[in-house]
C-alpha cells in the first residue's frame, strides 16, 4: 500500500478543519434558535413549578352556565359573567379554566376537556348535591335523583345537561357525580391553587317568584281558561287533562304555591352547611369566595302596571283597569298582548281581576323576606377559614331599583325596554353579566391584594343585543334558531332593531303566533310522565318502543 506523505496527512486535517467550521457557521442560527426555544420552554416549566396555575372553580345554577333566552349555548356562555371573570383574572394569574361548550342544539362541543365551570342550569341548594328537595317535589323527604348526576359513560349517550356539563369528571372519579361531588374531585386532584366561585341558592326562592316548575303540580303561568280556545285542540286538551290529573297548575301565585316552591329556612341552613363541610374550607391554597342572592321579584320578568301601560295601552289601545296592583309573568303578558290584538277586552279585564295570575306587594314581600334569611346565612360564613363573601345582592337590587349607568345608556329592570335582562325576562343581558363580573373581580382583588383590570360597561352596551337602541319597547335579540320556550320569546323580539316599529309576533296572523305557541307549551309539558303517557294513548308522539 502507498505510503502518505506527512504533507497530504496535514492537507486533508486543514481541510477536514475547515469544513467543520463552516457546518458549525452554517447551522448555527438554527442551533441558537433551538437553543432558545429550550431555554423558553424550561422558563415556563420553571414557572409552572414556582408559580402554578391557578384553577378557577364555580358551582352554581343558570346564571354561572351562562343562560338567556332559556336556552344554553357557546354564544350566551361567551358573555357571561364567568368568562369575563376567567379573561381578565388571566391577565394577572396563571388561569387554568375550562367551559364545557354547547353548540346551538345543546350538544357538547369539547365532550374530552374537563370543565372547571361547574354551573347548571336550574340547580338549588339540594340539586347541587344530586337530590330532589321534597317541598317542591311534593314528597315526604329528599330523595337522590339521576337527573341531577352525571352519569353517562360516552357522549352520545347523554340524557340531561348534568351529562352534558360534569362529563367526563365522572369517569375520572369512577362514579357519578353532582356538582359538589366533581368541585371535591376537582379539588383532591388539582396541582395548584385554586379560587372557588359559590353563587347556588337563587332557585331556592326562584320558582315561587316565576310561577314556574315544581312537581306534583308543574306550574304554567297562563290565563288557561282565556286562552284554550286559541290554542290547538290537541295542547288545549292535554293542558285540561294535566290541570284534571293533578300534575299542572294555573295559579301561579297563590299563598300554597310560593310555600310549595320556597325552601324553609332550617333546610337552607342545615344543607348549606353541609355543603360547606364537604368542600372542607381548612384546604391549602383554596379560596372560597360566596355570592348573596338578589331580590328575585326584581327582575323583569315580572310585569307591573307601567309596563302593562306602555305595551297594552300604549301600542294596543287597551285600557289598564283602575283598581289593578301588583304584577304578572311574562308569559301570562304575552297571552294578554295577543289577546289585546284580537280585541278581547274582556278577558284581559279577567287576568288582571284574578289574584291568583298576579303577584302582590304582599307575596312579594315573603319572598325577599325569605331571601334575607338566605343571605344572612351565607354571610354568616365570614370569617371561616379561606371564606369570603360577596355581596352581588345588594350591589344588584341597586341596579334593578335606581339604574345600571353604562357609558350614556341606564339600564334599568323593565323587560324589553329596561335593557337590563334577556328575553326570558329572569337572566342578565351581556351588560349585566359584565356588571356581575366586575363585582365578583372587585371581591378577588380585595381579598387576595391583587390588581385585577375591570371592564368597561361603556364597550359593552353599546353591541348587547338586549338593549332596547330605538326606543320602541322591542329588541333585537340574538340572530340564534329558538326552541321550547324560547320560540314565544322569539316572537316578541324587534322586527327591525335602530327603527321604531313593531316586533315579530305584530306582523303575524294571529293563528300563527298561537300556533308557535301551542308548540312551545307542549315541548315544555311533554316531560311530564303522566302528559307523555296521554300524548302516545292518543297519538300525538309515537310510542317508545
Given at each position: 500500500?502507498?505510503?502518505?506523505?506527512?504533507?497530504?496527512?496535514?492537507?486533508?486535517?486543514?481541510?477536514?478543519?475547515?469544513?467543520?467550521?463552516?457546518?458549525?457557521?452554517?447551522?448555527?442560527?438554527?442551533?441558537?434558535?433551538?437553543?432558545?426555544?429550550?431555554?423558553?420552554?424550561?422558563?415556563?416549566?420553571?414557572?409552572?413549578?414556582?408559580?402554578p396555575?391557578?384553577?378557577?372553580?364555580?358551582?352554581?345554577?343558570?346564571?354561572?352556565?351562562?343562560?338567556?333566552?332559556?336556552?344554553?349555548?357557546?354564544?350566551?356562555?361567551?358573555?357571561?359573567?364567568?368568562?369575563?371573570?376567567?379573561?381578565?383574572?388571566?391577565?394577572v394569574?396563571?388561569?387554568?379554566?375550562?367551559?364545557?361548550?354547547?353548540?346551538?342544539?345543546?350538544?357538547?362541543?369539547?365532550?374530552?376537556?374537563?370543565?372547571?365551570?361547574?354551573?347548571?342550569?336550574?340547580?338549588?341548594?339540594?340539586?347541587?348535591?344530586?337530590?330532589?328537595?321534597?317541598?317542591?317535589?311534593?314528597?315526604?323527604?329528599?330523595?337522590?335523583?339521576s337527573?341531577?348526576?352525571?352519569?353517562?359513560?360516552?357522549?352520545?349517550?347523554?340524557?340531561?345537561?348534568?351529562?352534558?356539563?360534569?362529563?367526563?369528571?365522572?369517569?375520572?372519579?369512577?362514579?357519578?357525580?353532582?356538582?359538589?361531588?366533581?368541585?371535591?374531585?376537582?379539588?383532591?386532584?388539582?396541582?395548584?391553587?385554586?379560587?372557588?366561585?359559590?353563587?347556588?341558592?337563587?332557585?331556592?326562592?326562584?320558582?315561587?317568584?316565576?310561577?314556574?316548575g315544581?312537581?306534583?303540580?308543574?306550574?304554567?303561568?297562563?290565563?288557561?281558561?282565556?286562552?284554550?280556545?286559541?290554542?290547538?285542540?290537541?295542547?288545549?286538551?292535554?293542558?285540561?287533562?294535566?290541570?284534571?290529573?293533578?300534575?299542572?297548575?294555573?295559579?301561579?301565585?297563590?299563598?300554597?304555591?310560593?310555600?310549595?316552591?320556597?325552601?324553609?329556612?332550617?333546610?337552607?341552613?342545615?344543607?348549606?352547611?353541609?355543603?360547606?363541610?364537604?368542600?372542607?374550607?381548612?384546604?391549602?391554597?383554596?379560596?372560597?369566595?360566596?355570592?348573596?342572592?338578589?331580590?328575585?321579584?326584581?327582575?323583569?320578568?315580572?310585569?307591573?302596571?307601567?309596563d302593562?301601560?306602555?305595551?297594552?295601552?300604549?301600542?294596543?289601545?287597551?285600557?289598564?283597569?283602575?283598581?289593578?296592583?301588583?304584577?304578572?309573568?311574562?308569559?301570562?303578558?304575552?297571552?294578554?298582548?295577543?289577546?289585546?290584538?284580537?280585541?278581547?277586552?274582556?278577558?284581559?279585564?279577567?287576568?288582571?281581576?284574578n289574584?291568583?295570575?298576579?303577584?302582590?306587594?304582599?307575596?312579594?314581600?315573603?319572598?325577599?323576606?325569605?331571601?334575607?334569611?338566605?343571605?344572612?346565612?351565607?354571610?354568616?360564613?365570614?370569617?371561616?377559614?379561606?371564606a369570603?363573601?360577596?355581596?352581588?345582592a345588594?350591589?344588584?337590587?341597586?341596579?334593578?331599583?335606581?339604574?345600571?349607568?353604562?357609558?350614556?345608556?341606564?339600564?334599568?329592570?323593565?323587560?324589553?325596554?329596561?335593557?337590563?335582562?334577556?328575553?326570558?325576562?329572569?337572566?342578565?343581558?351581556?351588560?349585566?353579566?359584565?356588571?356581575?363580573?366586575?363585582?365578583?373581580?372587585?371581591g378577588?382583588?380585595?381579598?387576595?391584594?391583587?390588581?385585577?383590570?375591570?371592564?368597561?360597561?361603556?364597550?359593552?352596551?353599546s353591541?348587547?343585543?338586549?338593549?332596547?337602541?330605538?326606543?320602541?319597547?322591542?329588541?333585537?335579540?340574538?340572530?340564534?334558531?329558538?326552541?321550547?320556550?324560547?320560540?314565544?320569546?322569539?316572537?316578541?323580539?324587534?322586527?327591525?332593531?335602530?327603527?321604531?316599529?313593531?316586533?315579530?309576533?305584530?306582523?303575524?296572523?294571529?293563528?300563527?303566533?298561537?300556533?308557535?305557541?301551542?308548540?312551545?307549551?307542549?315541548?315544555?309539558?311533554?316531560?311530564?310522565?303522566?302528559?307523555?303517557?296521554?300524548?302516545?294513548?292518543?297519538g300525538?308522539?309515537?310510542?317508545?318502543?
Amino acid at each position: 500500500m502507498e505510503k502518505i506523505s506527512k504533507g497530504r496527512v496535514f492537507f486533508f486535517f486543514l481541510w477536514g478543519m475547515l469544513l467543520t467550521v463552516l457546518l458549525i457557521c452554517s447551522y448555527l442560527p438554527a442551533y441558537g434558535q433551538e437553543r432558545a426555544i429550550q431555554r423558553q420552554s424550561a422558563l415556563r416549566t420553571n414557572s409552572l413549578l414556582f408559580y402554578p396555575r391557578t384553577t378557577l372553580l364555580a358551582v352554581g345554577d343558570s346564571l354561572t352556565q351562562g343562560t338567556r333566552d332559556a336556552t344554553n349555548n357557546q354564544y350566551h356562555l361567551q358573555n357571561a359573567y364567568l368568562q369575563k371573570v376567567a379573561s381578565k383574572l388571566s391577565l394577572v394569574l396563571p388561569l387554568k379554566f375550562n367551559q364545557a361548550w354547547l353548540d346551538l342544539s345543546g350538544n357538547r362541543l369539547n365532550p374530552l376537556t374537563i370543565p372547571t365551570n361547574l354551573g347548571i342550569d336550574g340547580e338549588d341548594l339540594f340539586s347541587v348535591e344530586g337530590y330532589e328537595y321534597y317541598k317542591r317535589a311534593g314528597t315526604s323527604s329528599n330523595y337522590i335523583s339521576s337527573e341531577y348526576l352525571c352519569d353517562r359513560l360516552q357522549p352520545y349517550l347523554f340524557t340531561d345537561m348534568h351529562d352534558k356539563v360534569l362529563y367526563p369528571i365522572n369517569l375520572l372519579a369512577g362514579k357519578p357525580v353532582s356538582q359538589i361531588d366533581a368541585l371535591i374531585w376537582h379539588l383532591n386532584n388539582r396541582t395548584g391553587p385554586a379560587i372557588v366561585i359559590f353563587w347556588v341558592g337563587n332557585n331556592d326562592a326562584a320558582l315561587s317568584t316565576l310561577g314556574l316548575g315544581g312537581k306534583n303540580p308543574q306550574y304554567l303561568p297562563i290565563p288557561f281558561d282565556q286562552i284554550k280556545d286559541r290554542l290547538s285542540p290537541v295542547v288545549s286538551y292535554l293542558l285540561n287533562y294535566g290541570r284534571s290529573r293533578g300534575v299542572i297548575a294555573f295559579e301561579p301565585f297563590t299563598a300554597e304555591q310560593i310555600e310549595h316552591n320556597l325552601t324553609e329556612m332550617a333546610d337552607f341552613l342545615t344543607q348549606l352547611n353541609r355543603l360547606v363541610a364537604r368542600m372542607n374550607l381548612n384546604r391549602s391554597g383554596v379560596k372560597y369566595f360566596f355570592l348573596t342572592y338578589p331580590y328575585y321579584p326584581e327582575v323583569g320578568y315580572l310585569m307591573d302596571r307601567d309596563d302593562l301601560e306602555f305595551y297594552l295601552t300604549g301600542k294596543l289601545g287597551y285600557t289598564i283597569p283602575s283598581g289593578f296592583e301588583g304584577r304578572i309573568s311574562l308569559l301570562t303578558f304575552f297571552c294578554l298582548y295577543e289577546l289585546a290584538r284580537e280585541g278581547y277586552t274582556e278577558r284581559i279585564d279577567a287576568v288582571l281581576g284574578n289574584n291568583a295570575l298576579v303577584m302582590s306587594e304582599g307575596e312579594a314581600q315573603i319572598i325577599k323576606n325569605r331571601i334575607d334569611l338566605f343571605n344572612a346565612i351565607v354571610k354568616s360564613l365570614s370569617g371561616r377559614p379561606n371564606a369570603f363573601i360577596i355581596d352581588t345582592a345588594d350591589k344588584l337590587n341597586e341596579s334593578f331599583s335606581s339604574g345600571l349607568q353604562a357609558g350614556s345608556y341606564l339600564l334599568k329592570r323593565n323587560w324589553g325596554r329596561g335593557g337590563s335582562f334577556s328575553l326570558d325576562g329572569v337572566h342578565p343581558g351581556h351588560t349585566v353579566h359584565t356588571h356581575i363580573a366586575n363585582i365578583i373581580l372587585k371581591g378577588i382583588n380585595s381579598a387576595l391584594d391583587l390588581n385585577v383590570p375591570l371592564w368597561d360597561l361603556a364597550s359593552v352596551v353599546s353591541s348587547d343585543p338586549y338593549v332596547d337602541f330605538d326606543g320602541d319597547g322591542w329588541v333585537a335579540g340574538p340572530d340564534l334558531t329558538a326552541s321550547g320556550r324560547t320560540k314565544i320569546l322569539y316572537l316578541f323580539k324587534d322586527y327591525q332593531e335602530g327603527v321604531p316599529g313593531p316586533a315579530v309576533n305584530d306582523l303575524m296572523a294571529p293563528a300563527d303566533v298561537w300556533s308557535l305557541i301551542s308548540s312551545a307549551l307542549l315541548e315544555e309539558i311533554i316531560g311530564i310522565p303522566l302528559i307523555r303517557a296521554e300524548a302516545e294513548r292518543i297519538g300525538v308522539i309515537q310510542l317508545k318502543k
